[in-house]
């Protein structure tokens, strides 16, 4: 019951995001952070590939996450989602905007697109699940695999489109794709670290 009211507290939380974002100063929820909040995803973020992206990022969210690691995760999943979003709307529209020459580098921007695409239905799906983690009988356990497996295809995916471009002559467009995907890649491989760490706890 604990794990269920706190992830139903943290999903209505993230819902409202956005609102409190323009309306409280300084952080995008109620509850500003306290160092050892702070200090608990300084720590967390240790585990992951990406130390200080996972804490810039998630910083901002210390006063919701407080010490609990599902909450952590949940977070870095919302922030993947959010990145990854954005990125398959850029990629999509550099995309519309060469057209259906078949050059190497349109060919790899519109396979990005579409691998995008994927990345981004894999991690809501994980944030889906994780908001659901002890709203039916079936296990967390269970559960945080699925969130696991989506995750880890999502990054599949974004790897998949930093791949295309590998016979691609180099150039703005390329550089400016890769560098953006680059940046979306750390933060799913964060998530998904975060999520491992999580389930690393949770007893059978």
């Not at 929820?29 to 300084?42: L, N, Q």
Request: glycine share 4%; charged share 20%.
């Amino acid at each position: 019951m604990e794990l269920q009211l706190s992830t139903i507290s943290f999903s209505l939380i993230i819902s409202t995001a956005v609102l409190l974002a323009s309306t409280t100063a300084g952080y995008p929820f109620p509850y500003p952070p306290t160092s050892t909040e702070t200090d608990f995803i300084r720590t967390s973020c240790q585990t992951t590939r990406y130390p200080e992206t996972c804490f810039t990022t998630l910083f901002k969210y210390s006063g919701t996450i407080k010490h609990d690691p599902s909450r952590l995760a949940m977070a870095e999943i919302h922030v993947a989602l959010s990145n990854a979003t954005r990125m398959a709307g850029y990629v999509s529209k550099v995309s519309r905007h060469k057209g259906s020459d078949n050059t190497t580098e349109s060919v790899a921007i519109r396979d990005c697109s579409s691998v995008f695409g994927d990345a981004v239905d894999e991690i809501n799906k994980s944030q889906k699940e994780m908001k659901q983690l002890g709203w039916t009988g079936e296990s967390v356990r269970f559960k945080l695999s699925n969130v696991q497996t989506w995750m880890s295809a999502a990054l599949t995916n974004e790897d998949t489109c930093v791949d295309g471009f590998e016979d691609v002559v180099d150039g703005h467009v390329k550089a400016e794709v890769c560098d953006r995907v680059v940046a979306v890649k750390e933060v799913t491989s964060n998530a998904l670290a975060l999520v491992n760490s999580y389930a690393d706890t949770i007893q059978d």
